[in-house]
């Protein structure tokens, strides 16, 4: 089984946030796919599906961002998952371009502490991620002001688009691999003119 944990935080303050991209990403896996993510467990709203002949289980920790390794722990444990061969993490990243995407085999948080939390609690960074970009904090601004922000409604489209591509990739990573998936959609997206 596969667990697909996007980041966020929970309460609707939090809804459609910078740093709720994870969320939005497991809304469109769950509507493609017809799952429900209302389930109350390991600390989470789960949903559990299949995705191209694959059983996963759809995440959205409830225990607030810098929590979320709780979560995804507590999923790993009753799956008795293999962190490297079956979690995917989606979240923000503040170092790619808005709606760019980086699907990753492994890694540091790289100052992301929900994925901080995470390694810290699966003792691990071999776990596979999908990193949704939400571009650089504008100058002065405070980064946590920055990240539980709203996207303008230019940004929205290309969002809702980002959530889609990083979608797709999850899709990709479970029936091709982290590799393919790698090789699709790493490519720098050039901006239309």
């Given amino acids: 089984m596969y667990i697909i944990a996007g980041l966020g935080n929970p309460t609707k303050e939090y809804n ?3 740093h709720n991209v994870g969320f939005c990403v497991i809304d469109v896996l769950a509507d493609r796919y017809g799952i429900d993510v209302s389930e109350k467990k390991h600390k989470a709203l789960c949903g559990r ?4 002949g694959q059983k996963v289980l759809l995440m959205k920790p409830q225990t607030f961002m810098n929590l979320s390794g709780e979560s995804v722990r507590a999923a790993v444990d009753y799956y008795k998952a293999d962190a490297a061969a079956d979690v995917i993490v989606i979240f923000d990243d503040v170092s790619l371009e808005p709606g760019q995407l980086r699907v990753r085999r492994q890694g540091s948080a790289g100052g992301h502490n929900g994925v901080k939390s995470i390694i810290a609690q699966l003792g691990t960074q071999d776990f596979a991620r999908v990193k949704v970009g939400i571009g ?5 601004m405070d980064l946590a002001d ?4 709203h996207f ?3 940004e929205q489209t290309q969002m ?12 990709m990573m479970i029936t091709d691999g982290t590799d393919a998936a790698m090789n699709q959609f790493n ?3 050039t901006a239309e003119v």
């Fill in 16 to 18: 459609h946030t910078r």
């Fill in 49 to 52: 599906g299949v995705i191209e």
């Fill in 136 to 140: 650089a904090k504008p100058p002065r």
């Fill in 146 to 149: 920055y990240v539980l922000g």
């Fill in 152 to 154: 303008s409604q230019g």
């Fill in 160 to 171: 809702d688009d980002a959530f889609d591509e990083a979608a797709k990739a999850v899709v």
């Fill in 187 to 189: 490519r720098k997206k």
